[in-house]
C-alpha cells in the first residue's frame, strides 16, 4: 500500500507542477491523474473498498476531463477561454478532482479503521471535511471569476490551486508514512 500512496503523492505532484515548453506540456495533466490512478488501483488490489473503486472511476472521468481540457488550451478544440463552454469544462473537471479526493480519502479511512488506527482515522474525516469545503469554495470561486473574466483574480486563482493541491500532497506524504507503521505492525505479528 505504501507504493500505491507513494504513486498518488507523484500524481498529485505532476498535476500540479508541469512543465511547459512553450504551449506544450511535458507532462499534461492527465497523467498526473493517470498515475494517482494506478495507485488507487494498487491499493485497492490489497485493500477491497467501495470508496477507493469511486475514486479509481472518478480519476479516470478526471483524466479523461483534464485530456479534453488539455486539447482546448492547445487551441485544438476552438473553444475561448471567457466562452460558456470553457467554464462548463472547468467546472466539469473541478468537479471530478472534488470527487475523486473526496472517495479516496474515504477509502483512506476505511483502511485506517480496518487496521484498528481509529484516532488517526477521526483525523482524516475531518481533513476530508476540510478539503471538501475548501476546494468547493475554491471551484465557486475559479468558476465566477473565469466566467466574469476578472483577469486581476487569475493569478489569485493560481496561486490558491497549488496550495489547496500542496495541502493534498502533505495529506497523502501522511498517508504514505501512516501506511509504514501498518507494514511494520503486520511483520511483527508474523514473526511472533
Same mark, same amino acid.
Given at each position: 500500500?505504501?507504493? $500505491?500512496? !507513494? !504513486?498518488? #503523492?507523484?500524481?498529485?505532484?505532476?498535476? /500540479?507542477?508541469?512543465?511547459?515548453?512553450?504551449?506544450?506540456?511535458? @507532462?499534461? &495533466?492527465?497523467?498526473?491523474?493517470?498515475?494517482?490512478?494506478?495507485?488507487?488501483?494498487?491499493? $485497492?488490489?490489497?485493500?477491497?473498498?467501495?470508496?477507493?473503486?469511486?475514486?479509481?472511476?472518478?480519476?479516470?472521468? +478526471?483524466?479523461?476531463?483534464?485530456?479534453? %481540457? %488539455?486539447?482546448?488550451?492547445?487551441?485544438?478544440? =476552438?473553444?475561448?477561454?471567457?466562452?460558456?463552454?470553457?467554464?462548463?469544462?472547468?467546472?466539469?473537471?473541478?468537479?471530478?478532482?472534488?470527487?475523486? #479526493?473526496?472517495?479516496?480519502?474515504?477509502?483512506?479511512?476505511?483502511?485506517?479503521?480496518?487496521?484498528?488506527?481509529?484516532?488517526?482515522?477521526?483525523?482524516? &474525516?475531518?481533513? /476530508?471535511? %476540510?478539503?471538501?469545503?475548501?476546494? +468547493? @469554495?475554491? /471551484?465557486?470561486?475559479? &468558476?465566477?471569476?473565469? /466566467?466574469?473574466?476578472?483577469?486581476?483574480?487569475?493569478?489569485?486563482?493560481?496561486?490558491?490551486?497549488? @496550495?489547496? !493541491?500542496?495541502?493534498? @500532497? &502533505?495529506?497523502? =506524504? +501522511?498517508?504514505? =508514512?501512516?501506511?509504514?507503521?501498518?507494514?511494520?505492525?503486520?511483520? !511483527?505479528?508474523? =514473526?511472533?
Amino acid at each position: 500500500m505504501v507504493q $500505491g500512496y !507513494r !504513486r498518488i #503523492f507523484w500524481g498529485i505532484f505532476f498535476m /500540479t507542477f508541469h512543465f511547459d515548453i512553450g504551449s506544450i506540456q511535458i @507532462l499534461p &495533466v492527465f497523467v498526473g491523474i493517470l498515475i494517482i490512478y494506478s495507485g488507487i488501483k494498487y491499493i $485497492g488490489e490489497e485493500f477491497e473498498c467501495g470508496h477507493l473503486l469511486k475514486a479509481a472511476r472518478f480519476s479516470l472521468l +478526471a483524466a479523461l476531463a483534464s485530456f479534453i %481540457g %488539455g486539447l482546448m488550451d492547445l487551441g485544438l478544440l =476552438n473553444v475561448s477561454e471567457g466562452s460558456l463552454v470553457f467554464v462548463f469544462w472547468l467546472a466539469v473537471i473541478s468537479m471530478s478532482e472534488i470527487l475523486l #479526493f473526496y472517495y479516496l480519502l474515504c477509502g483512506s479511512v476505511e483502511l485506517l479503521v480496518h487496521y484498528q488506527f481509529s484516532e488517526m482515522a477521526q483525523s482524516y &474525516v475531518k481533513k /476530508t471535511r %476540510g478539503y471538501l469545503i475548501v476546494f +468547493a @469554495l475554491f /471551484t465557486v470561486f475559479e &468558476v465566477i471569476c473565469f /466566467t466574469f473574466y476578472f483577469e486581476a483574480a487569475f493569478t489569485a486563482i493560481a496561486v490558491l490551486g497549488i @496550495l489547496i !493541491r500542496i495541502w493534498l @500532497l &502533505v495529506i497523502m =506524504n +501522511a498517508l504514505k =508514512n501512516t501506511e509504514y507503521a501498518i507494514a511494520e505492525g503486520e511483520e !511483527r505479528e508474523c =514473526n511472533e
